[in-house]
């Protein structure tokens, strides 16, 4: 009995010993599927501002947030990002800065080539539509969010080198929509903007 007993406490032992080697592999190829992590960095903003090009010019804003999916593991899967946008343009002159706060969610078609392991490296590029939701506009210390329009749509196209968890990506936004509550030509706002990205992938 006393033998019986050592043979399975030793079966039983060897099987416990070798369950995560045997369950690791599926876990890690799991998470580099899904894939979560955080992206942030510099936005480089032009507003279309329609007859009125001169009321504003360029301006540096800043972006980031959470990015989800991507399927690192494969040649091709889905992202999709919540950030956080700073858009708008300096004051030409004596006109105030005109600063967009947005919430920006983009769905994008993400193309991978390289390694599909965490510790190699990989190309990918991007390709989607995006929604921007206002949380305010300051136009020189002024909330002037009656007179812009609540969202706007976006298409983004970009790219970006992933090696080991952490990436640089270069993003271009094109806006769609006149974010001006004046529907006259002279007073169209469309939103245009390079973002220079850097982030980390956290599985």
């Known amino acids: 009995m006393t033998s019986q007993l050592r043979r399975f406490g030793l079966v039983l ?40 090009q001169d009321f504003l010019t360029n301006k540096t804003g800043l972006i980031g947030g959470l990015f989800i999916g991507g399927n690192r593991g494969g040649l091709v899967g889905i992202e999709a990002d919540i950030f956080y946008a700073r858009k708008g343009g300096a004051g030409a002159g004596a006109n105030p800065d005109l600063d967009i706060h947005m919430l920006e969610i983009p769905v994008l078609l993400r193309l991978n080539a390289g390694s599909r392991s965490l510790s190699g490296v990989q190309l990918y590029g991007l390709a989607g539509p995006a929604m921007d939701f206002r949380l305010k ?32 990506e270069v993003r271009y936004n094109h806006g769609l929509r006149n974010i001006s509550k004046d529907f006259s030509a002279s007073e169209e706002i469309r939103t245009r903007a390079w973002a220079l990205l850097i982030g980390v992938r956290f599985n």
């Open 13 to 52: 032992a060897l099987s416990l010993g070798t369950l995560p080697v045997a369950v690791a592999p599926a876990h890690a190829q799991a998470a580099e599927g899904v894939g979560i992590g955080i992206k942030g960095g510099l936005l480089f903003n032009t507003l279309d501002f329609g007859a009125n």
């Open 137 to 168: 506009s300051d136009f020189g210390g002024i909330d002037i969010i009656d007179f812009t329009q609540g969202y706007d749509v976006n298409l983004v196209f970009g790219g970006g080198v992933e090696i080991t968890r952490f990436l640089a």
